[in-house]
């Protein structure tokens, strides 16, 4: 089983930066690509970045050159620098972790909101 636990997110105005982070636990080693996602009220969590243990990564047409993803595999630590918010970025953010081997399969934070003013 892999934990994840998220922070950051809140209220910030259109322009501005917000940095969420997330700290896995458990039996991190089985942990393969770590990611976020984001949920809009009545639609389904999409992807928004993701990187892959050797930290390669991959954006969403959205927020490629605005989003930052990054990973620390020493320290369990995957954040997101969000840069440049517009208000069509306002959702919950979720963390995800795919894990490989045992207790295979995709785990998720509780969700952080993060709500961009105009």
């Known amino acids: 089983q892999v934990q994840l636990a998220e922070s950051g997110g809140g209220l910030v105005q259109a322009g501005g930066s917000l940095r969420l982070s997330c700290v896995a636990s458990g039996r991190t080693s089985g942990i393969n690509y770590m990611g976020w996602f984001r949920q809009f009220p009545g639609r389904d969590r999409e992807v928004v970045a993701r990187?892959?243990?050797?930290?390669?990564?991959e954006y969403t047409n959205a927020v490629k050159g605005r989003f930052i993803i990054s990973r620390d595999n020493t320290k369990n630590l995957l954040t997101l620098e969000m840069n440049s918010l517009k208000p069509d970025d306002t959702a919950v953010y979720y963390c995800?972790?795919?894990?490989?081997?045992?207790?295979?399969?995709?785990?998720w934070g509780q969700g952080t909101q993060v709500t961009v003013s105009s």
């Open positions: 990187v892959g243990p050797g930290g390669d990564t």
């Open positions: 995800n972790a795919y894990v490989t081997g045992v207790g295979k399969g995709h785990y």
